[in-house]
């Protein structure tokens, strides 16, 4: 860490960041600053490109042009260090992504002692610290198959944490799970935003996000339509695009 680094606020930024599928654009011209503590809720319909910027932040997209940083340095330029770059980023997906055959403690301790060369003692109790955290020490011994998806999903950010990372990217996380279950991931959530993890969050979640969050940013035809303070955003939404969607969701 230089000291300019250190006292630069921004981790991420996308400077005009284009990608295509295809024919099909999917972010067109995105420009975004990620300050460091800021937690950013990422909404907009289906199919706009949330997902896909989330995606391109630690490089598990690639951009047909633009720029993204994070931490000062470059992720489209990184090459063989986007490994290291991508210890520093924890992401949770829809699905848990938990080996099946591990226990809850395996799957958290892995990580950091083949990729950050933590000792297994270290690596477990720091695990047990994170199962805590996430409301779960009793099941650091059962097989992910043995929990509910709300455990599963919380092992998975815990897992993410395990690896200390910088930021947090969150993609739809409470989208497969069933209603009751809900809750007890956005109070995880919501104690990480409060503890000043840096995060960017797509979520239809809108409560989560007037709740939580710095900046609702709004995504819509792979443009970024609008961007406010969650207050701001749902009582003076701007565009009509965004109108809609906070009608939409607020009266559903």
């Keep these: 860490m230089g000291a300019q680094e250190t006292r630069d606020g921004h981790l991420v930024e996308l400077k005009d960041?284009?990608?295509?599928f295809g024919t099909n654009l999917v972010l067109d011209g995105i420009d975004l600053t990620?300050?460091?503590?800021?937690?950013?809720?990422?909404?907009?319909?289906?199919?706009s490109g949330k997902s896909t910027m989330l995606r391109c932040v630690n490089a598990l997209e690639t951009i047909d042009s633009g720029e993204i940083t994070f931490d000062g340095r470059s992720?489209?330029?990184?090459?063989?260090?986007?490994?290291?770059l991508r210890a520093e980023i924890g992401m949770v997906f829809q699905s848990f992504n938990l080996f099946p055959h591990k226990t809850v403690l395996d799957n958290i301790t892995l990580g950091p002692v083949e990729i950050k060369d933590v000792s297994k003692g270290e690596a477990r109790k720091r695990a047990e610290k994170l199962l805590e955290?996430?409301?779960?020490?009793?099941?650091?011994?059962?097989?992910?198959?043995?929990l509910s998806g709300g455990q599963q999903?919380?092992?998975?950010?815990?897992?993410?944490?395990?690896?200390?990372?910088?930021?947090?990217?969150f993609d739809e996380p409470t989208?497969?799970?069933?209603?009751?279950?809900?809750?007890?991931?956005l109070d995880v959530m919501r104690d990480l935003a409060k503890g000043g993890m840096t995060m960017l969050v797509v979520t239809h979640e809108m409560g989560f996000a007037r709740e939580?969050?710095?900046?609702?940013?709004?995504?819509?035809?792979?443009?970024?339509?609008?961007?406010?303070?969650?207050?701001?955003?749902?009582?003076h939404t701007k565009s009509e695009r965004a109108k809609d969607f906070v009608d939409k969701i607020i009266h559903h």
């Design 175 to 185: 989208s497969a799970l069933d209603p009751e279950m809900i809750r007890e991931v």
């Design 133 to 146: 955290r996430v409301g779960i020490p009793e099941k650091a011994n059962a097989l992910p198959n043995d």
């Design 75 to 84: 992720v489209s330029t990184a090459g063989k260090s986007i490994y290291k």
């Design 34 to 47: 990620v300050m460091r503590g800021e937690a950013i809720v990422i909404a907009g319909p289906s199919g």
């Design 212 to 235: 939580v969050c710095d900046q609702v940013v709004f995504i819509d035809d792979g443009k970024i339509v609008e961007q406010a303070p969650p207050d701001e955003f749902f009582n």
């Design 153 to 169: 999903q919380r092992v998975a950010i815990a897992r993410a944490l395990a690896m200390e990372p910088k930021l947090m990217l």
């Design 17 to 20: 960041v284009r990608k295509s």
